[in-house]
């Protein structure tokens, strides 16, 4: 059942469910299943993530111990190696000077070959150069190290030295510290960048050019993705009106989010855009998460939950009791509701009127005080929702030990676990105490009732 875990491509994506069908999957004679515990960390562009995870397996009443542990590989480390070189280092200069520019509202720097050969050379003579900044061993400007086949409107370098073997963290650091160098880096009219890293040295060299970019494709050559994890694993090729080719790491940090993909913003003759080809997947609102955008997306096309404006849903922002039963109301259609108003704190014109009344036919809730415009908990708010769709059973126990097994909300978050609605991120910890949040709502409300 291992080996079965092992052949799963783990992503950011991968629930703790899917293992768990996986290795429910694989398994022979009857054993059963049921996790110990279980820590998933995401991949990031610096780093990798990973899948930690303890089983217990059951047979004939003998139970032993399954260990999982699969690395989830780093985002967008697929650079190009045809016509080009670049080392990941390199490469991630070339995204963190384009996430600083993008912050400016600046256009983002796609990487050509030329620029690279001579960032390469520039980064190995400056070891032991002697002479002034920007001046080459031989004497001359750092500009002869281009080819001059490269056309160009004007260049500029940046350089950095450290004390110990460089890395695209420490270099952006310097130069963004520097005034002069981070002056370089947001410079308006640059189109192209080459970076050179070797030992103790990284270099930038910048270009501007009159010819903008006439087409561009992806490393896959197509533009349109599955999803936006599939596409961060990418980058962008673009060619020119003078034909030179250039690349882009594809992340999503510095690309703008638009109805059915994003665009990025480039000099080029057209708008550049890349297609997802499951729109619900995404989302306009800028401040969701692409994990979250399905539910979110689900619950504000079927009027459940409204965004605050056209570009954010206010996902962070704290619920209140009222709005946790005012979206449960709207997700069971509005229906009316039969029940006398006997709550002392609940007025006709609140905006949850008819939720309260609504919970009280369904036999959610009781009179009493309501307390419709106090913060709500996560344990209490996930508990409703479960309740308001028949209670259903969860396959598993739940791996949460924050709380009490004898606590109300314990079956109902036991059920969202095993349902992947939440996930144990190895501390254990559910938090039930915690405001639920506008996004956290939405996921609840969403696979609750999708």
Same mark, same amino acid.
């Given at each position: ?10 992503? &950011? ?77 390199? %490469? ?33 003579? &400056? ?10 061993? $031989? ?35 310097? %130069? ?12 308006? &009219? ?111 096309? $079927? ?28 997700? &069971? ?24 009344? %609504? ?92």
């Amino acid at each position: 059942m291992s080996s079965a875990a092992g052949k799963m491509n783990m992503t &950011n994506t991968t629930t703790k469910a899917q293992v768990m069908e996986v290795i429910t999957a694989a398994a022979k004679n009857g054993t059963k299943a049921e996790w110990k515990s279980f820590r998933k960390v995401d991949a990031t562009y610096e780093s990798k993530g990973g899948v930690t995870a303890y089983l217990n397996l059951t047979l004939d009443g003998k139970t032993r111990e399954l260990y999982i542990n699969e690395v989830i590989p780093t985002l967008g480390n697929n650079r190009p190696e045809k016509g080009i070189a670049v080392s990941e280092d390199e %490469w991630n200069i070339l995204r963190l000077t384009n996430i600083e520019r993008a912050k400016e509202g600046k256009k983002l720097l796609t990487m050509p070959a030329a620029l690279q050969k001579a960032t390469a050379v520039r980064a190995r003579e &400056n070891v032991n150069n002697t002479q002034p900044a920007h001046t080459r061993p $031989n004497g001359t400007s750092y500009k002869t190290a281009v080819p001059s086949s490269f056309k160009n409107t004007g260049l500029g370098e940046n350089m950095y030295k450290c004390t110990k073997t460089v890395t695209a963290q420490l270099a952006m650091r310097g %130069w963004m510290n520097s005034a002069s160098h981070k002056a370089n880096i947001l410079r308006e &009219n640059y189109q192209y960048l080459g970076v050179g890293t070797y030992e103790t040295e990284a270099v930038q060299i910048f270009a501007s050019s009159s010819k903008k970019i006439k087409s561009y494709t992806t490393s896959t050559g197509k533009t349109t993705f599955a999803d936006e994890e599939a596409m961060a694993g990418e980058y962008l090729i673009c060619t020119d009106q003078a034909g030179v080719k250039s690349y882009l790491p594809l992340d999503t940090t510095y690309m703008k989010k638009v109805k059915g993909g994003y665009t990025i913003n480039l000099n080029a003759t057209k708008t550049v855009k890349i297609k997802i080809k499951n729109a619900s997947s995404t989302s306009s609102y800028t401040d969701v998460d692409a994990a979250d955008a399905k539910a979110v997306a689900w619950v504000v096309k $079927n009027k459940i939950m409204e965004p605050t404006s056209k570009n954010e849903f206010y996902s962070k922002a704290i619920c209140t009791k009222g709005d946790v039963f005012n979206a449960l109301y709207k997700a &069971n259609g509005s229906p009316t509701p039969k029940a006398l108003n006997h709550f002392p704190d609940v007025k006709s014109t609140d905006s949850y009127y008819k939720a309260a009344l %609504w919970a009280v036919d369904k036999g959610l809730i009781e009179y009493g005080i309501f307390e419709g415009k106090y913060a709500y908990q996560r344990g209490y708010a996930l508990y409703y929702v479960w309740q308001s769709i028949g209670a259903p059973k969860a396959s598993q126990k739940s791996t949460f030990t924050d709380y009490k097994d004898w606590v109300f909300y314990a079956d109902a978050v036991a059920w969202a676990e095993s349902k992947g609605i939440i996930k144990d991120n190895g501390d254990h910890k559910f938090r039930p105490d915690d405001a639920v949040t506008r996004v956290e709502l939405a996921k609840f409300i969403y696979y609750a009732y999708k």
